[in-house]
């Protein structure tokens, strides 16, 4: 309505400014899709990278670079690169070791979730392989892979991955700020590392209870640590939250199919739904099921007053339970109504003046006749 009322009223030169500032947004719209457009095709025939793991003969089987090795053994081996592009790639190469991430998943790539204290050996102490490689256009190599045994034997396994990803990803990513589509090409191939067919039973220990955000809500995170060399498969977990000295529980959490990484650290998070966290004492009550065992715990924690209102102060539920700041927008809707205005008031003086400079003519007179 007001665009309406405004071609209407606005003649002139605010007329033809308004309509050249349409042409010239038409315009840069137009060429803004062409320009994505063209980005996408040349992505999309960039050609891209491949890489193709050379297994040993020590190697143990399955899709993860699986090799058995003996305390105090070097071992040098390789695996291939393909560049497909007519251009100059360069991959950059990051090994890292297995980690688990909070909702009881294993992450072989570089993560920054924790290891526990009981970890002797991580992949990163064992293995050493380029932090990057470049490939000539079309070009194929072989990547050194060289691993060095530590003298003290082990027994269960050394766990992790090795990412490759063309670098120019990154830059890629940095440059097309603001757009809607990002292409990232990134490969991630397991590690496994062992010296024997040991058994090693899994055992779990709790680290602590304590107040923090998951994903921007407000929750109890419970640590709790696999202390041993060998993977947990098929673990569940359950939590509940209640006042201390109370038998009522306030929040609860279960969780199925969960895994973890050899001597890593599991964050679980329990989520308080949506409610305010309160200052007080509480006790933990943690059960886990894990290996054909059964393990659990109870454990008091505090929360305290600053703990509490500062977590509640960036819980995004609790932001938008709380409404809507309308200050701001209230003064926004006002600046946009008195640009509106000055532009009304600027046409209708340029047509006041256009009137004025109008040259008045004579009235005729009539000659009366005799």
């Known amino acids: 309505m007001i665009v309406s009322v405004l071609t209407l009223n606005l003649e002139g030169n ?6 050249n500032s349409l042409i010239l947004i038409f315009c840069f719209s137009c060429l803004l899709f062409k320009g994505e457009k063209v980005k996408a095709e040349e992505d999309a025939n960039s050609g891209g990278f491949t890489y193709e793991l050379v297994k040993p003969d020590n190697h143990q ?11 105090g053994e ?13 251009t100059e790639t360069v991959i950059n190469i990051k ?10 998943g294993l992450e072989y790539g570089p993560n920054k979730f924790k290891e526990d204290s009981s ?13 990057s490689i ?6 194929e190599v072989e990547v050194p892979i060289e691993i060095n045994m530590p003298e003290v034997g082990f027994d269960g396994v050394v766990l992790g991955g090795v990412q490759l990803q063309e670098s120019d990803s990154e830059n890629k990513e940095e440059k097309s700020e603001g757009q809607s589509v990002v292409n990232k090409l990134a490969y991630l191939f397991g590690m496994v590392i062992s010296e024997n067919d040991k058994k090693v039973t899994p055992k779990l220990s709790l680290k602590k209870v304590y107040p923090e955000l998951s994903n921007y809500t407000n929750a109890i995170f419970v640590d709790m640590a696999n202390t041993k060399a060998t993977l947990i498969n098929d673990m569940v977990t ?9 038998s009522t529980s306030l929040y609860e959490s279960k969780k199925t199919n969960m895994k973890m990484a050899p001597n890593s650290i599991i964050q679980y998070p329990v989520s308080l739904d949506r409610s305010k966290m309160v200052a007080g004492k509480y006790t933990a009550h943690i059960s886990v099921v894990y290996d054909g065992q059964k393990k659990s715990w109870t454990k008091d924690f505090a929360i305290t007053t600053e703990e509490a209102d500062k977590f509640n102060e960036q819980d995004v539920n609790l932001l938008q339970e709380r409404g809507i700041d309308w200050k701001p927008i209230v003064f926004a809707v006002a600046g946009v109504v008195g640009i509106i205005l000055v532009i009304v008031i600027i046409g209708k003086s340029i047509q ?14 009539r000659k009366k006749s005799r």
């Open 134 to 139: 470049t490939l000539q256009p079309e070009e």
């Open 14 to 19: 605010v007329v033809k400014i308004f309509k």
């Open 74 to 86: 070097k071992q040098n081996l390789h695996f291939k690169l393909k560049n497909y592009a007519k």
């Open 95 to 104: 090994i890292a070791g297995a980690r688990t991430n909070n909702v009881g």
């Open 352 to 365: 006041g003046r256009k009137k004025s400079k109008k040259p008045q003519k004579s009235p005729k007179i």
């Open 61 to 71: 089987g399955g899709p993860a670079l699986n090799l058995r090795l003996a305390a």
């Open 238 to 246: 359950e939590v509940q939250i209640m006042k201390r000295g109370q």
């Open 119 to 131: 970890l002797k050996y991580d992949l990163t102490d064992l293995v050493k392989i380029p932090e």
